[in-house]
């Protein structure tokens, strides 16, 4: 099977619906903000009722701009916008007011890593658009309940072109998009919560051909993992229906989760003629060169930014950069940080050892951290300065901080008699005396076996109560065993 | 009675009469007019209320104190019911107020009522309601026009001294040219929208009807200007109309295929070029002008229209609110039998009309070429008004027809928009004065039309026409 699929390779854009984070709606000035009780977030304009008028939400339109400009999109001059027709019970006014032909952005790309290599995939447009209320079709035995909170919400698609070559890839791609709007702060990019949602057009082809297979668009996907897993299982279909010889055909299929399967979806969906005109109720919206300038002047900084910067003017490792950077959370709590030590590589250690592993222990994100970057900074400090050491401040203190986070690491070191020593006087007599009661191992280390350093190190450390300092005892002892 | 808001100040000045009083005999005449059917609903308990309230207010009155109107039918207004001459809006009411009912208010008018009109403001004819035609006060045996039939009687009767109607294509032209009271259709953009059940968002304008040019003018100053809520609604600040004079010589243009078109009765074309004798005797420079789309003007009316209708209406479906089908069992159902029972026939035949000129494969064809032709006509007509002050048609190619004389044919029906279409394809301001009669004594409308924002220009030179008026003299 495997030599087979060989032959083939896939081809996948994505579309990605982003849900802007803004306060309130595309069309009008209800709140959008998610989890309030089931339709009271609606006016007359999110109803639908006669007479009603949408008017464009100019931060959505800013927030448009800035993932333009971030993609490297060329920005539309003169926003045209489009009503797409089809009824459904949570679209109240029959019609979606959407772009059609004169999408904001144009053009632009999201590049990425995979398997070690740089990958750029085209965008072909970002249009802006609306949400559809929400449709729960399974808590009443014998009717679809519709809320119409979401209904107007604003979304911005992320269409992209079909340059996406494996399951893989589109996961990274999503991973890079959903990094993007995190940073530019224009979308939560919580898959699981819709926030921002994916379809995938995938065909199949022969590698080396140039032509492209019809399509089969797949909906429903809502985790990367599922979209990377839907892929990967219609490439094997796809290949699997060519190798028999039949005819791959257009259509629409639903990704089944449970299962980790696609389904066809029923025809009548697949029917629809939108019907695209011209919004008549909105005249152009006009984005001025200026505007733009005025965009780009206040644009965040996005990850490849922050790479930079941590590896120039921070002299951090690559790797480093940018494991930190794949969270925009755990990249600011590092610029804070950055502000407050000059011990850069002490802090980035700190944030992928012992932070990371803390979080990932007790399943937190680093918002949730309750140990503020002051008091890290004062950890380092204090490791620098010989007064505890790093095995003593990461296992034994920052547990404590977590804990009673407004406690200083100084005061948590007196507490538990943990003030490391740096007497050297003392450290020698405790040397001394384990170096008495080992002869035998003292004579091994002698005769090559270094290993046995550790050992004396550890029962100094025992004989200080663990305050000695362990380098200080490190530098002692190999003084003492070289005789 | 009174026809005009400035007796009415008067009167009230002098302690002749109050805001009580007033509304009594609107009342009255609105209950020996019943027959006319051009209300759906009378306020009166609240008219009644609201008069003896402001009967009250000595000082601070607004600049509409005295001035009693009515709705038509499509305009919203907090806790009213608003139909749009549809079943399928049965028992709605309203949840906001347009800007339009809003700023009204705000000037102390009475709104004493919801006026009659073709359902979803689609007919010429006014026998498009699915609750039931109106009359023509001045021959019941006829129609007074539609869509805004209902306004143009309310005013015709002495039942309010001024409605509002909306014009899409006509809707308030027509109909007071067939009831002989003065109609009024603005730029486009110059009134708010928000809160006028949309027919055809492009072309949609609300308008008053009246007896005078004076008062549609002072209840334009009231209702036009930027809004916020409407997004298409124009910034420019609104002057005074009410006062505007045009007291100059006018350069008028009369289209070529417009008074000698061949659908065009013959005492309207001669009434007509008795008006344009009279200009040319009073010092004003008539000239024709070549215009060679006279044609294209319905159809291309037709297909923009109603593709926007047939959006427009999409949100009528019975899901959320209005009608809904009793035998409807599932959502397809709720669609399918909620509209099939509730839109009447003409407005399902536009609601097909347009859906199939926006359908994939026939856009081109129809939509893209009609807007194309659209933006010619914007063209031609920018290019007349850079040579002309005004543009003269009839309102209509005849009077007001018998019942049902129309309604077998509807593209004969759709003529009767011909002269009145194209102020609205091009968005320019196009007023109905009632200059003229026929020898039956029915009225005959004379419709003048001005550039883009050029609205008070209008009204000055429909004062100094209005003089000639024989329906008024």
Known sequence: MSSVSDKYEVIVGLEVHAQLSTLSKMYCGDSAAFGAAPNTQVSPVSLGHPGTLPRVNRKAIEYAVKIGLATGSTIRRENQFARKNYFYADLPKGYQITQDKTPLCENGFIEFEVAGERKRVGLERIHMEEDAGKSTHDLDPYYTLVDLNRAGVPLIEIVSRPDIRSGDEAYQYLTEVRKLVRYLDICDGNMEEGSMRCDANISIRLKGDTGLNPRVEVKNMNSMRNVKKAIEYEFERQVELMERGERLAQETRGYDALKGVTLPQRSKELAHDYRYFPEPDLPPVIVTEEYVDAVRAAMPKLSRDLIAEYTTTYGLPEYDARVITDDKDTAFYLNDLLTLTKNYKAASNWLLGPIKSYLNENALEISELTVKPQTIADLIALIDAGKTNFAVASQRMLPELVANPTESPLAVLERLNLLQSSDEGMIKDLAVAVLAKYPDKVKAYQAGQKGLLGLFVGEVMKGSAGKADPKLTNKILTELLAG | ?473
């Open chain 2, 1 to 473: 009675m009174f026809q005009t808001h400035k007796e009415i100040q008067a009167a009230i000045g002098s302690g002749q009469t109050d805001l009580k009083s007033l509304v009594t005999t609107y009342l009255t005449n609105i209950e020996s007019n019943r027959h006319l059917n051009a209300f759906l609903e009378v306020y009166g308990e609240e008219a009644m209320a609201r008069a003896a309230e402001l009967d009250g207010k000595t000082t601070g009155r607004g600049r509409l104190y005295g001035m009693v109107i009515a709705i038509k039918d499509n305009i919203c207004y907090r806790g009213h019911k608003v139909s749009a001459g549809s079943r399928i809006l049965e028992g709605f009411e309203s949840i906001y107020s347009s800007t339009v009912v809003e700023r009204l208010l705000a000037e102390d008018a009475i709104i004493i009522g919801r006026l009659n009109c073709d359902e979803f403001a689609m007919g010429s004819s006014n026998e498009n309601s699915a609750y039931g035609p109106v009359l023509n006060a001045r021959d019941n045996s006829r129609v007074p026009g539609g869509s805004s039939g209902g306004s143009a009687v309310a005013v015709q009767a002495d039942m309010c001294l001024v409605s509002l109607g909306s014009d899409t294509g006509g809707s308030i032209r027509q109909p007071a040219s067939f009831c002989g009271v003065v109609g009024f259709k603005p730029t486009y953009g110059r009134v708010s929208r928000w809160g006028l059940i949309a027919y055809a968002s492009s072309f949609d304008q609300i308008g008053p009807l009246s007896h005078s040019v004076e008062d549609s003018a002072l209840v334009m100053e009231i209702m036009a200007g930027a809004d916020e809520y409407d997004s298409t609604a124009s910034s420019k600040p609104v002057p005074s109309y009410s006062t505007e004079k045009f007291e100059k010589k006018a350069r008028i243009a009369v289209l070529k295929n417009t008074v000698d078109h061949q659908g065009i009765n013959t005492e309207v074309r001669s009434e007509t070029e008795r008006i344009i004798a009279k200009l040319k005797s009073e010092g004003h420079t008539i000239e024709e002008v070549n215009f060679d789309l006279t044609d294209y003007l319905i159809p291309v009316y037709y297909v923009l229209s109603t593709a926007e209708a047939s959006s427009n209406l999409a949100r009528f479906d019975g899901v959320h609110y209005g009608y809904r089908s009793p035998r409807a069992t599932e959502m397809d159902s709720v669609y399918k039998l909620s509209r099939t029972e509730g839109f009447g026939r003409e407005v399902k035949n536009r609601i097909m009309l347009g859906t199939f000129v926006l359908s994939a494969g026939y856009y081109d064809a129809y939509y893209s070429r009609a807007q194309k032709v659209r933006r010619m006509l914007s063209e031609q007509i920018s290019e007349i008004f850079r040579s002309y002050d005004f543009i003269l048609l009839p309102t209509a190619p005849s009077i007001a027809f018998k019942l049902g004389e129309k309604t077998s044919d509807p593209t004969e029906m759709y003529l009767a928009d011909i002269y009145t279409v194209l102020a609205n394809l091009v968005g320019v301001p196009a007023i109905s004065l009632p200059l003229a009669k026929s020898a039956e004594g029915l009225p005959i409308g004379i419709q003048l039309m001005a550039e883009k924002h050029e609205d008070a220009k209008l009204f000055g030179f429909s004062k100094t026409l209005m003089q000639w008026s024989t329906l008024y003299p």
